[in-house]
């Protein structure tokens, strides 16, 4: 991966998966450093960037955010599935719905010839919601697990509210990579 990093100074990455699940929240979170006070409804097609020191090298991270709630028209399509190098597909780990909602997204990558080549990822976000009391209306982990290593993809669940390594929790296991290719 580092030479593919240090070969594409700009490192074109999808965010992917159905409205609400927090997409524009993770992106935020990942190029602002903190959970928006409030965030507009995506329309169409938003990037943000953030620049990362990749052993030295200055590498810009370039993180598609999409409107979930509608496919794309034909002349967006093309433009926002060329040159990727990685994808982010997620899902609200207190939303079955959403879960089940990534295989219309994975089809639609499909299609457009982003397929099993690039680095993908799942990401269960809004773990800071899990109820470990209870396991109905929730995805659980061995069930994302299972699906990352059925589509290749390694898995994480996150929380663009209070990441993992923040929380007061302690629990073993958040913050950690459950699955990895
Ligand atoms: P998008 O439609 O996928 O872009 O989703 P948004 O980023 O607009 O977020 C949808 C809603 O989920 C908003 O009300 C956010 O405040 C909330 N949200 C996003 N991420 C998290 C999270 O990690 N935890 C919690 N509890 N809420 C979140
Ligand atoms: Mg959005």
Request: net charge negative; no cysteine; proline share 0%.
């Given at each position: 991966v580092s030479s593919l990093l240090t070969r594409c100074r700009t490192f074109k990455v999808l965010v992917i998966?159905?409205?609400?699940?927090?997409k524009t929240c993770l992106t935020h979170r990942l190029c602002a450093g903190e959970f928006p006070g409030r965030v507009e409804a995506t329309i169409g097609v938003d990037f943000r960037e953030r620049v990362l020191d990749v052993d030295g090298e200055k590498i810009k991270l370039q993180l598609w955010d999409t409107a979930g709630q509608e496919r794309f028209r034909k002349s967006m399509v093309q433009h926002y599935y060329r040159n990727v190098h990685a994808v982010l597909f997620i899902y609200d780990v207190s939303s079955p719905a959403s879960f089940s909602g990534l295989t219309s997204w994975i089809e639609e990558c499909r299609q457009n010839s982003?397929?099993?080549?690039i680095p993908r990822f799942l990401v269960g976000n809004?773990?800071?919601?899990?109820?470990?009391?209870?396991?109905?209306g929730q995805v659980s982990q061995e069930q994302a697990m299972s699906f990352a290593k059925a589509h290749g993809m390694m898995f994480f669940e996150t929380s663009a509210k209070n990441p993992p390594s923040k929380c007061a929790s302690g629990r073993r296991g958040d913050g950690e990579v459950p699955y990895q290719q």
């Open positions: 998966g159905d409205s609400g699940v927090g982003l397929g099993q080549g809004k773990s800071d919601l899990r109820d470990h009391h209870r396991t109905d």
